[in-house]
């Protein structure tokens, strides 16, 4: 065990990896008629479902921005600079790869819903524009986390500007970034607010992770601001709203589900950091470490990327309550199989890109 690892970060992936293949697997197979909002059990699957994208997308800013800055020290800044852009570049384009319809073209059929963009594109482009943060505050850690802090802000309180943005005139494959009007599921603005978050809590433990009281008082700082985001951030908004006569911090009031969301990622990594020794498990750590695979897995087999045949179009919302309990469980542990023993998503993919750039490299010379 590296001492200098910080293994919570790990578990929280895991915890959010395995959160979002439930959720999908019941979402989607789930019988329509079981889908009870007044019923207790289905208002918590629901709960803790809408927090696994916010965990998703801070816990990314924060590991990524960590070993960021981590470089500068290591100095190897540059090559992490570029191993961080291509890391994005390649998200991007999985993210395009699991929804090609690649044998609809073969047949001469094409459309442009392969162009949406889901949580993929979403954080390759957030990790690159990390990277450019970073680089345009000259390395500066101080700078890179005022910064950051004050992007996740603005583009929370910002929120009901573009809430319903629409951009007829842009062209599609730039417009599916900023808005749901052609069927994009994650949208750069508000998700970036998470990554940037994650990045400006990474600066906290890049500068005070080796003081002996640190882990306690962040613990602390944690679970007590995310309980004060999840219960006293719309009070403070409509405060706000009353004290400046700014119209937008009530807007957000009556529709802050970016704040309180992030209080509930906040109070969960309190209990993961607080409960890190009991956490060191190599099956836990392998889940958080294997994320990617794990995605694009569970995204063939439910959704029937490159065939058109998954369990949505085998089974469709059929499975009654404890068909799509039990068929959760085994799914997960089907899904995690696959991608400890046979799928290979970094490594092929880094290899193939690094192979493409030394070629790109060797002609332009």
């Known amino acids: 065990m590296n001492p200098n690892r910080l293994y919570f970060i790990d578990a929280v992936r895991a915890f959010a990896i395995l959160m979002?293949?439930?959720?999908?697997?019941?979402?989607?197979?789930?019988?329509?008629?079981?889908?009870?909002?007044?019923?207790?059990?289905?208002?918590?699957?629901?709960?803790?479902?809408?927090?696994?994208?916010?965990?998703?997308?801070?816990?990314?800013?924060?590991?990524?921005?960590?070993?960021?800055?981590?470089?500068?020290?290591?100095?190897?800044?540059?090559?992490?600079?570029?191993?961080?852009?291509?890391?994005?570049?390649?998200?991007?384009?999985?993210?395009?790869?699991?929804?090609?319809?690649?044998?609809?073209?073969?047949?001469?059929?094409?459309?442009?819903?392969?162009?949406?963009?889901?949580?993929?594109?979403?954080?390759?482009?957030?990790?690159?524009?990390?990277?450019?943060?970073?680089?345009?505050?000259?390395?500066?850690?101080?700078?890179?986390?005022?910064?950051?802090?004050?992007?996740?802000?603005?583009?929370?309180?910002?929120?009901p500007l573009y809430r319903y943005l629409e951009l007829p005139n842009m062209p599609i494959l730039i417009s599916n970034y900023f808005s749901k009007a052609n069927g994009s599921i994650f949208n750069i603005i508000p998700w970036f607010g998470y990554v940037a978050f994650g990045a400006f809590i990474s600066t906290l433990f890049y500068r005070y992770v080796e003081r002996p009281k640190f882990k306690m008082a962040i613990v602390s700082?944690?679970?007590?601001?995310?309980v004060a985001l999840i219960f006293k951030s719309s009070w403070l908004l409509m405060q706000l709203h009353s004290w400046l006569d700014i119209s937008i911090f009530k807007e957000v009031a009556y529709y802050n589900y970016l704040f309180s969301r992030l209080g509930d990622v906040l109070v969960l990594f309190s209990l993961f950091y607080l409960a890190e020794n009991y956490l060191k498990r190599p099956l836990i750590l392998k889940i958080g470490q294997k994320t990617l695979s794990i995605y694009v897995v569970h995204f063939i087999i439910i959704y029937g990327s490159f065939t058109g045949l998954g369990l949505t179009q085998l089974i469709g919302k059929t499975l009654v309550p404890w068909q799509a309990i039990i068929g959760a469980i085994i799914f997960l542990s089907v899904v995690c199989f696959i991608s400890f023993h046979y799928a290979k998503t970094n490594a092929f993919v880094y290899s193939k890109t690094q192979k493409i750039i030394d070629k790109i490299k060797k002609y332009t010379r």
């Open 221 to 226: 700082g944690f679970f007590l601001f995310g």
């Open 20 to 159: 979002m293949l439930q959720g999908h697997f019941i979402d989607t197979l789930l019988e329509v008629s079981y889908r009870d909002a007044d019923n207790t059990i289905f208002q918590i699957w629901e709960y803790f479902r809408g927090i696994t994208a916010p965990t998703f997308f801070t816990i990314s800013g924060l590991i990524f921005s960590y070993l960021l800055i981590r470089a500068k020290r290591n100095g190897d800044i540059k090559q992490r600079m570029r191993k961080g852009f291509r890391r994005g570049l390649m998200l991007i384009g999985i993210g395009y790869l699991l929804r090609a319809p690649i044998f609809q073209w073969l047949i001469g059929k094409f459309n442009s819903y392969f162009l949406v963009v889901d949580v993929l594109q979403c954080i390759g482009l957030s990790l690159i524009i990390i990277v450019l943060i970073y680089k345009l505050t000259f390395k500066k850690t101080l700078i890179f986390s005022i910064i950051t802090l004050a992007l996740g802000l603005a583009v929370f309180i910002t929120e």
